[in-house]
């Protein structure tokens, strides 16, 4: 295909209002809270399809909800562009995070029709189930079942807090499909992302070509002193649990800042007994740390379990740090990311080169098949909030690399790929 794609700036407008509105998880702060199996996720779910369908797509639905709207390609032999993100979001989440490489994605296959372009491989747009982990505890888990990392009886069973598992709620907003229609293979993924961060703001660029993803570890971390009544004995005669946990997650972030070349994060923290008058004998909070690469996440890991150990000996408590998951380093594809660089620039698009540091379905996919990913510039880096916000210029930008970029991998041959190996332990 020679003529260059170029994004219709209202039909996406229009496109991502489908999905962002108060119907289908809208929220007046202008975020969307739309959790996996939510009725609010079944009603952006029927809006992709019926879209989809409008664009002349064949839709099938998996067993774990992974919905895949195909454009045929002329040769029924040969693997498909995979190209999509995810609908669901965090509670309350922003309008762009996945909801806009579902919206890039329809637009890719609405220009290829607009141009009346026959490729030779079939387009595959895919909303991929439970990215977030948001609802049902397990981060990309649509994309993880295709890569398989986890089995379809495992994803289904998965239950939120109130203990109703995913494959109920799938089957009661209408999306429990089969496995036979699950994604057997491709020839390349593409995902569009907003970047979640401020490199590309800083370089005054619209878009960035993600050269791989830093590396992440999580961990349990577990401290453990003596209860009692919070009248009894003073201070000075006391092991507390949460005074020992508040001293390691201060521990944990002045090293973080010290150092500057890692991330530390505790999102969750929990106290027991949990009375307003009793001394907690245990607290139980998460650890999240990021870096550069596996060797440095590891050393600091290491670094920060140590830390904890010294202070847990001085405030005469016990602690255990167990490592619970782990996103290694892995990078994309490079001749992949070759060829957005260079759709970037014959679009006369500014662009540059970009790491992430969060997880995304590209990388289980990346496992097992030749993939890459676009960042669109956001405004200050928010994300997972109601204020995130991407310039319209950088979102028609991504849409035409991206469109462009498929519309040249659907016409090239089959390549051995060399997967990077296990991406998620």
């Not at 739309?34 to 002349?56: I, K, M, N, W, Y």
């Not at 609908?87 to 309008?95: F, Q, S, W």
């Amino acid at each position: 295909m020679s003529a260059v794609l170029r994004p219709d700036s209202e039909r996406l407008a229009r496109t991502l209002n489908l999905f962002t509105d108060a119907e289908v998880g809208g929220t007046p702060g202008g975020g969307v809270s739309r959790p996996a199996g939510s009725a609010a996720d079944g009603r952006a779910r029927t809006r992709f399809v019926e879209r989809a369908r409008e664009l002349g797509l064949e839709v099938r639905v998996d067993d774990v909800g992974n919905i895949y709207a195909e454009r045929p390609g002329t040769d029924p032999t040969a693997l498909p562009v995979v190209v999509g993100s995810h609908l669901d979001t965090v509670v309350p989440g922003g309008r762009f995070d996945g909801i806009l490489g579902v919206v890039l994605a329809l637009e890719t296959a609405a220009l290829l029709e607009d141009a009346g372009s026959s490729t030779r491989r079939p387009v595959v747009v895919v909303n991929w189930t439970g990215e977030e982990g948001a609802r049902f505890p397990q981060a990309m888990l649509g994309s993880g079942v295709i890569a398989g990392k986890w089995d379809g009886d495992f994803a289904r069973a998965l239950t939120d807090a109130d203990g109703i598992a995913l494959g109920d709620e799938l089957e009661r907003i209408g999306f429990l499909g089969s496995s036979d229609n699950r994604l057997s293979g491709f020839h390349v993924a593409l995902e569009a992302h907003i970047e979640q961060g401020t490199r590309l703001e800083e370089l005054d660029a619209d878009v960035g070509v993600v050269t791989t993803i830093s590396p992440v570890r999580w961990a349990r971390v577990r401290v453990t002193g003596v209860g009692g009544h919070a009248g009894g004995p003073g201070p000075h005669g006391r092991q507390e649990a949460i005074v020992a946990a508040a001293r390691m997650v201060v521990a944990a972030r002045e090293r973080s800042l010290a150092e500057g070349a890692f991330k530390v994060t505790v999102g969750t923290f929990r106290v027991l007994p949990g009375s307003n008058n009793v001394i907690p004998h245990e607290v139980v909070f998460n650890l999240d740390i990021r870096s550069d690469d596996d060797e440095r996440v590891d050393t600091y890991f290491a670094e920060v379990s140590a830390l904890f150990e010294s202070i847990a000996v001085e405030e005469g408590v016990e602690v255990s740090v167990d490592r619970t998951w782990s996103m290694t380093s892995a990078p994309f594809d490079a001749e992949v990311r070759d060829l957005l660089a260079r759709v970037a620039t014959d679009n006369d698009v500014r662009w540059a080169e970009v790491r992430g540091s969060i997880g995304h379905d590209t990388l289980h996919l990346a496992a097992v098949g030749p993939a890459a990913m676009l960042f669109t510039r956001t405004t200050k880096g928010l994300s997972h909030c109601e204020e995130e916000d991407a310039p319209w210029e950088a979102v028609l930008a991504t849409a035409q690399v991206l469109a462009n970029a498929v519309a040249s991998l659907a016409e090239t041959e089959a390549r051995t790929h060399r997967a990077p190996g296990e991406t998620f332990v």
